[in-house]
């Protein structure tokens, strides 16, 4: 079955620090890959996608993920982290097989803190 | 910047009440979906709407749900008679369709509470 990990209910970093939220899927072939973050009482807002070429991929305030193909893993990574980067992070993929049909598949979600 | 909105924020409803789920996509956007996310669980994807009518759903979305574009700027989510294990976040999203590859932008949601 389709799925995706986020093997971290919660990461805790000290601002100016790197941060890593790790997310690994099990999904045929190679699929799109998404991260959205959650601040209270806000939607699910885009971060950033994979689709294809190079591995690393930038996105929104300063975050990036690295495409790990070998290790199914699109891990959400910033060089440093700031208090106001506390909020839920989800990672998300979709079957790059499934054609017009775009269901996203969900992890649970890892609750970012930055500490002052 | 265009954004989904949704209504109500919150909505509480007795079980085996109808319920109507809101949602205004973004004006330019061909795809509307709804996904719900149970507490302490994963979001889960419902259906997906274009060029109206269904695309895909889900084995959750059955009989008791329906999805409706009642004029050209309303998306809505009808439960015909709410279970207790409806209660979830319900999110409706929407994405332009130019692409496959294209990006699904969220609303802040409805919180469906059924007692």
């Known amino acids: 079955a389709q799925s995706v990990a986020q093997p971290e209910d919660q990461v805790n970093v000290a601002e100016g620090n790197p941060l890593t939220v790790k997310c690994t899927y099990s999904?045929?072939?190679?699929?799109?890959l998404f991260w959205y973050v959650q601040y209270p009482n806000r939607g699910l807002q885009f971060l950033l996608k994979?689709?294809?070429?190079d591995n690393l991929v930038k996105g929104s305030y300063g975050f990036e993920a690295e495409f790990n193909k070998s290790q199914t893993s699109f891990h959400l990574k910033k060089p440093s982290a700031l208090v106001s980067d506390s909020a839920l992070y989800f990672c998300?993929?979709?079957?790059?097989?499934?054609?017009?049909?775009?269901?996203?598949?969900w992890g649970l979600g890892t609750s970012l803190a930055v500490n002052p | 910047e265009p954004e989904v909105t949704q209504t109500p924020s919150h909505q509480v409803t007795q079980m085996g009440q109808e319920v109507i789920l809101r949602c205004v996509p973004i004006?330019?956007?061909?795809?509307f979906y709804w996904y719900r996310q149970i507490l302490g669980q994963k979001v889960e994807f419902l259906v997906s709407?274009?060029?109206?009518?269904?695309?895909?759903k889900s084995e959750i979305f059955d009989d008791q749900f329906s999805v409706e574009r009642p004029d050209g700027s309303n998306f809505t989510l009808k439960i015909r008679s709410t279970k207790l294990e409806d209660s979830a976040m319900y999110f409706c999203?929407?994405?332009?369709?130019?692409?496959?590859?294209?990006?699904?932008?969220f609303g802040p949601g409805t919180r469906l509470t059924v007692l």
């Open positions: 998300a993929v979709r079957d790059r097989r499934a054609g017009n049909n775009r269901k996203l598949i």
């Open positions: 999904v045929s072939g190679n699929p799109y």
């Open positions: 994979y689709i294809t070429g």
């Open positions: 004006s330019n956007h061909l795809y």
């Open positions: 709407f274009y060029n109206n009518e269904i695309s895909e």
């Open positions: 999203a929407s994405s332009d369709g130019r692409e496959v590859t294209d990006t699904q932008y």
